[in-house]
């Protein structure tokens, strides 16, 4: 018989190695900064498109709305009537903006009730999805948070 046989158990740095990659493991929040940045980006296309960054566009305004609309708030896009809508989905800090960082979850968004309405529509008003993700943004997440375990492993230790 011919064979090759290692043994990890008590060897110090693996073991060292291994808790400091656990630790990264239950805290997150290293990843969110460049997720954040990516959904702020995202958002602003968006409004920037009048929704067709995210799908089909958002449905124009009614002729008597426009006409209105045009009068007292000259030049403004759809959903961007005073600029907080916008604002609370593209800038952090901002008032109804939503970001919590927690260890495992982050969470962003908009608490604005003008926020809810567009994106699901109201029984006067057409759905304007302010959020629209899509897959790629998905995908772009799972791409930050692989490279910051990537990152954690190296700086604990492994040759990742």
């Not at 005073?82 to 800090?93: M, N, V």
Request: hydrophobic fraction near 45%.
């Amino acid at each position: 018989m011919i064979r090759f046989a290692i043994n990890i158990d008590g060897i110090a740095t693996v073991d060292a190695a291994a808790a400091r990659f656990n630790a990264s493991m239950a805290d997150f929040r290293p990843a969110w900064p460049a997720i954040v940045a990516d959904f702020y980006q995202v958002e602003a296309a968006q409004f920037d498109s009048l929704g067709a960054a995210g799908g089909t566009g958002w449905a124009p305004l009614s002729a008597k709305y426009a006409q209105w609309k045009e009068k007292h708030f000259p030049g403004k896009p759809i959903l961007e009537q005073s600029g907080k809508l916008r604002r609370s989905l593209t800038e952090a800090g901002a008032e109804r903006a939503i970001a919590r960082k927690g260890m495992k979850q982050l969470t962003l968004g908009s608490s604005s009730r003008l926020a809810q309405w567009a994106q699901a529509g109201t029984g006067r008003e057409p759905a304007r999805p302010v959020m629209e993700l899509g897959a790629d943004f998905e995908q772009r997440c799972r791409e930050q948070i692989a490279q910051y375990l990537i990152a954690a492993g190296r700086e604990a230790g492994f040759g990742v």
